[in-house]
């Protein structure tokens, strides 16, 4: 909370020195223009009211919005884009019939509480709120307001599931904008077309939507902060491609552009810096991943206090890279932390709760300390039982979890029901079934039924190979190579397996 009084009240200390400033460069310099010094002034009354609209949200917000206050303060509109004399200039000129010209600005403030909304997680809010004010706008034929307000309905309906009916609305408000020539906006526009139409695997519509924002970046003449806003979505897009190499270059672009820009303690350098190191995680850079994901884990800190949902997120992605590197101490120490966290801010039966104890889970199968690992998996998957649809994606974690443990606990017996149950999940990710069905095979071996066990292991084998894990997936095949041709006898319990995979989380 102190941290984002301190951001709000820097804002309003900016406001007042451009007041003043532009104020001066009229009445005392005189080196500006009445028309000048109205058109500053009501863009800054409508920064004005951008800072009111949060103030007053933040004043009732509950968990959810409390997590991106922070977020919300540095996402105001900055008073120093009312210093730009080029762009205020260039942009389409207000109505001057007095009664129209009110109609505006009574319209900008509606659309200030619904950015306010959307900024603390209030959705549904904030969307009854836009589809209320659209029309009215469209109505004042005002165009930088007419694409405000479509800009804020149809990423709103995006978010609420109706993307094809967001994108369109998205469109046209890049039209608006570039028609009303607010170049700012237009840039943001594009930002959220650019991750829609890419969520819609639209990805060449989405990378020419990218490239207007360049452009129109540089028709501004630079913006750090919208660049690499665009530079972020540009990476989000290659990794649903699947060129993780691209997204690479387009994040460690846009942290260097951000690393001249913002402080230090600025939310949006530690998160895509978080980005970048889960991106070197799936690449299969780990050390590179450790040293990106310990510095966002710093700037997180640095930026929203050790006791953030952000935090344990960072502490989760750590525990993950350190694993891959088995390093499995570390990676029980930045687990612990993550549940830790969770466990403190969402109450101990949260789903999330258990999704950070499976990562536990695993850094103590990886140790071989099998019962505490079998205690925690347990522990995990009656959360989700309790929350969660039978069928749930989310409840194989655990399950494999669950019966990982009892194999290295030799509980061959006992593991193969909660096995059975994680390779059950036919939509779970490729390698997290290729985990389960080897160690279902290995456990069906051992309690003599070696037919299934074969079929099993061929199946986990088909898994790894569509992972893209082939080395994996040439461990099991060497492992169904090492069984004798005619299988008489169960086979005798093998040394403790010490499996470690990253699962690949939903965010």
């Known amino acids: 909370a102190a941290r984002v009084g301190g951001v709000l009240d820097a804002y309003a200390s900016t406001w007042t020195r451009q007041h003043t400033e532009a104020c001066e460069a009229t009445r005392v310099h005189e080196v500006q223009t009445e028309e000048l010094l109205s058109q500053r002034v009501v863009c800054l009354e409508r920064r004005r009211k951008d800072l009111r609209a949060l103030v007053d949200a933040l004043a009732s917000v509950e968990r959810p919005g409390v997590e991106k206050a922070l977020d ?15 762009a205020l200039t260039g942009q389409q000129p207000r109505p001057q019939d007095p009664a129209k010209r009110a109609e505006v600005e009574s319209l900008e403030a509606g659309l200030a509480e619904v950015k306010a909304l959307l900024d603390t997680s209030r959705v549904p809010q904030a969307l009854e709120k836009a589809r209320a004010l659209e029309p009215k706008a469209a109505a004042t034929g005002y165009l930088p307001l007419v694409a405000e307000a479509r800009f804020h309905l149809g990423w709103l309906q995006a978010l609420q599931g109706e993307k094809e009916a967001g994108a369109k609305l998205l469109e046209q408000a890049v039209l608006d904008a570039e028609a009303g020539r607010a170049d700012r906006l237009e840039v943001s526009v594009l930002n959220k077309l650019v991750f829609v139409e890419g969520e819609r695997e639209r990805f060449e519509h989405a990378q020419q939507w990218g490239r207007l924002g360049m452009a129109t970046v540089k028709r501004l003449g630079g913006d750090a902060v919208l660049e690499s806003d665009l530079l972020v979505n540009r990476a989000n897009l290659a990794l649903m491609e699947g060129r993780p190499e691209d997204a690479r270059g387009a994040l460690e672009e846009a942290s260097a552009l951000l ?18 190191g889960r991106t070197l995680l799936e690449m299969g850079a780990y050390a590179g991943a450790v040293k990106v994901l310990e510095e966002a884990l710093a700037q ?11 935090v344990a997120r960072r502490h989760q992605a750590l525990s993950m890279a350190l694993r891959e590197q088995k390093d499995f101490p570390r990676a029980l120490e930045h687990a612990r932390a993550s549940v830790a966290i969770h466990r ?11 999704e950070a104890l499976d990562e536990e889970g695993m850094s103590l199968l990886g140790l071989g300390r099998y019962e505490e690992a ?20 989310e409840l194989q974690y655990s399950y494999d979890g669950v019966g990982q443990a009892l194999l290295g606990l030799g509980r061959t017996r006992e593991a193969l029901e909660p096995l059975r149950q994680a390779v059950s999940f036919a939509d779970a990710e490729e390698d997290s079934l290729g985990e389960s069905g080897f160690a279902l095979a290995r456990a069906l071996f051992k309690e003599g039924q070696a037919e299934e066990a074969r079929g099993v ?16 997936a040439k461990e099991v095949r060497s492992w169904l190579e090492s069984l004798p041709a005619e299988e008489v006898a169960a086979e005798k319990p093998a040394k403790k397996s010490s499996r470690v995979v990253v699962r690949k989380r939903r965010k």
Request: contains cysteine; aromatic residues 4%; proline residues 7%.
């Open 374 to 393: 079998l205690k925690v998996y347990e522990a995990a998957l009656a959360m989700k039982r309790q929350h969660l649809e039978p069928g749930a994606e």
């Open 457 to 472: 292991a061929a199946k986990a084998t088909e898994h790894f190979t569509a992972a893209g894990r082939e080395p994996r």
């Open 344 to 354: 403190e801010l969402l109450g101990d039966g949260h789903v999330k709760v258990a």
């Open 259 to 276: 690393a001249r820009t913002l402080e230090p303690g600025h939310p949006k350098r530690a998160r895509v810096g978080f980005t970048l």
């Open 300 to 310: 997180t800190e640095a930026a929203l206090g050790r006791k953030h949902l952000d």
């Open 72 to 86: 919300a303060a540095y996402a105001l509109p900055s008073p120093l884009d009312c210093a730009d004399l080029e």
